[in-house]
């Protein structure tokens, strides 16, 4: 049992309190993150004469041989350490003696551990965020070949307008386009170094934490020692944050599986990213999407659980906050995955425009613009959509649609019907004459399509 405490204790620790106690199955993640932090300390502790300069080289030496040895397989973090931390300094003094003992000077786990942590995050955040800005380059060029593609959009799974699949595509570009300005916010917040906060009072030794906070590339030190040690706000947002991710993923994921049923056919899902059935010959499920939208619950029961373990917890570091970690890695991974794959399948997934246009043809979808169009005739709009109403089950009676109607059916609910409502109701009219910026229309589509390149240029 490899421990960096001990002389105040006279017997040995039980084993299952040692193992129930350790971290090391999980925290070994940050090796990396560790190393990195234990270099800028040592330099830090060298530009301050707490070490001599010779001791800070034969640190960082012996530091960057760890992890070079651990990366090519020819040393292994086992159980006999504690954590991440007892795993490198016990290496660290085995390379080079006792200068390796030196290297604690000025910390404490507590702060190197809060380090680790936000190193950890912050480097996850820019991973995440390339991952999205994918994702949202895929959805682009989909908005770009389907600026033309007509289908229903829906209000309660209900047709409601005609619309495009690049504008239902641009919903989905809008709110990954926010999670990324979120993963940005986090990362900004929380970009304070928490290091040479010690156990939680700070210590004795000159340390310079500015410097310390620059050598890692930190907006700067952190403000208050008891707070540096135990906030876990930014693990907190991040989970909210992917929590986020994971329900906007859900949502197109669940849109696919509806589009892909026999019922809708709007989308034929690539064979790499179904899967069948072990009885059913002729089945093609979509697995992945709804593996993405189940796996959603588990990054919210991260979150939950942060929040619980959080709640009760009194100033400054107690133990429960080694919780963090594994549900905190889990979902990570997990969003990431996700991401991943989602991008994948949209990259992969063909769609039948003809099936979808066909479909926005036959549910009503241009009654609206019927009604707006007998406003425009001087009917006042109340009777309008009666008017509209009546027509609608006149035609579901009939099995037929409004543009099915000779003109004189439809003066049979209104003298205001003309020739000219053929043209005013088809849903190439009723697209394109939306013009306000957002709505769907070719020209409104070709302008939020070119904000949107600009913004995945410039972010």
Not at 188 to 213: F, W
Request: charged content about 30%; aromatic content about 8%; proline content about 2%.
């Amino acid at each position: 049992m490899a421990q960096l405490w001990g002389g105040r204790f006279t017997k040995k620790t039980d084993e299952l309190v040692y193992n129930f106690n350790a971290s090391i199955s999980f925290d070994q993640r940050f090796l990396t993150e560790d190393i990195t932090g234990s270099i800028a300390h040592a330099t830090m502790l060298a530009k301050c004469n707490v070490i001599e300069e010779e001791v800070k080289d034969k640190i960082i030496e012996g530091l960057k041989g760890i992890l070079e040895d651990v990366n090519a397989g020819k040393l292994e973090i086992t159980s006999e350490y504690e954590d991440v931390h007892s795993f490198v300094e016990a290496n660290l003094i085995d390379r080079i003696g006792d200068a390796g003992k030196k290297l604690h000077t000025g910390r404490s786990r507590n702060d190197q551990v809060a380090l680790d942590m936000r190193l950890y995050v912050r480097n996850e955040i820019k991973e995440l965020d390339e991952l999205l800005k994918e994702l949202l380059s895929t959805i682009l060029n989909m908005m770009e070949a389907n600026i033309d593609t007509v289908m229903p959009g829906f209000t309660h799974l209900q047709k409601a307008q005609p619309v495009t699949l690049a504008h239902h595509m641009g919903a989905y570009f809008e709110m990954f386009k926010r999670d990324r300005l979120r993963l940005g916010d986090i990362f900004n917040r929380m970009n304070y170094c928490p290091l040479g906060a010690g156990a939680l009072a700070g210590t004795t030794y000159p340390l310079d934490r500015e410097l310390t906070a620059s050598l890692l590339e930190f907006n700067g030190p952190t403000l208050n020692s008891m707070d540096s040690v135990s906030d876990r706000d930014y693990v907190i947002e991040l989970l909210s944050a992917m929590s986020t991710i994971m329900m906007h993923e859900s949502r197109l994921c669940e849109e696919i599986i509806i589009w892909n049923t026999d019922e809708y056919k709007f989308v034929d899902i690539d064979d790499t990213y179904s899967t069948g059935s072990s009885i059913m010959p002729q089945k093609k499920n979509p697995d992945i999407a709804e593996l993405i939208r189940g796996k959603t619950g588990r990054v919210y029961g991260a979150l939950m659980q942060m929040l619980t373990t959080m709640k009760g917890i009194p100033l400054a570091y107690n133990k429960d906050m080694q919780e963090d970690k594994e549900l905190t890695f889990d979902a990570i991974d997990t969003t990431k995955g996700c991401v991943k794959l989602l991008n994948g399948m949209l990259e992969s997934l063909s769609f039948r425009k003809e099936v979808m246009e066909k479909s926005a043809t036959g549910g009503f979808t241009n009654a609206t613009d019927a009604a707006d169009y007998l406003v425009k005739k001087g009917v006042p709009f109340r009777d309008a959509h009666g008017i509209i109403g009546q027509l609608v089950l006149y035609c579901i009676d009939k099995k037929c649609a409004i543009d099915d109607l000779s003109i004189e059916e439809l003066k049979k609910f209104s003298e205001a019907f003309d020739k000219d409502v053929y043209n005013e109701i088809s849903l190439t009219t009723c697209v394109d004459k939306r013009l306000t910026i957002g709505a769907p229309s070719r020209e409104s589509m070709a302008k939020v399509i070119e904000i949107e390149k600009d913004y995945l240029k410039n972010n």
